[in-house]
């Protein structure tokens, strides 16, 4: 995924919504509503901190251990490592 860290935060908090929204209808969707809901919140705070960075997301480790959605997983991952490490 290409774009600022901002951009990303912004579209994977979309893909969250769209996941959420899948659940809602039974249809099939990444991760559990939990966790997507925690992943949302997560996300939320790690926008609100992009320029301080003082905020360390939590959800990278609930994650990794998931079954399946190996695509949306890594993407998750792959954000809170470039959040962290301060790429933009």
Not at 14 to 26: E, I, N, P, W, Y
Not at 59 to 81: C, H, K, N, T
């Given at each position: 995924?290409?774009?600022?860290?901002?951009?990303?935060?912004?579209?994977?908090?979309?893909?969250?919504?769209?996941?959420?929204?899948?659940?809602?209808?039974?249809?099939?969707?990444?991760?559990?509503?939990?966790?997507?809901t925690?992943?949302?919140?997560?996300?939320?705070?790690?926008r609100?901190?992009?320029?301080?960075r003082?905020?360390?997301?939590?959800?990278?480790?609930?994650?990794?251990?998931?079954?399946?959605?190996?695509?949306?997983?890594?993407?998750?991952?792959s954000?809170?490592?470039?959040?962290?490490?301060?790429?933009?």
């Amino acid at each position: 995924m290409t774009g600022s860290i901002q951009e990303r935060i912004d579209a994977a908090i979309t893909r969250v919504d769209s996941a959420l929204g899948a659940h809602q209808m039974r249809a099939n969707a990444p991760l559990s509503p939990k966790l997507l809901t925690k992943l949302k919140a997560e996300l939320i705070a790690m926008r609100g901190a992009v320029e301080r960075r003082d905020h360390v997301p939590a959800y990278p480790r609930a994650l990794i251990d998931w079954p399946g959605d190996e695509q949306f997983v890594q993407e998750m991952v792959s954000l809170a490592y470039d959040y962290k490490r301060g790429i933009n």
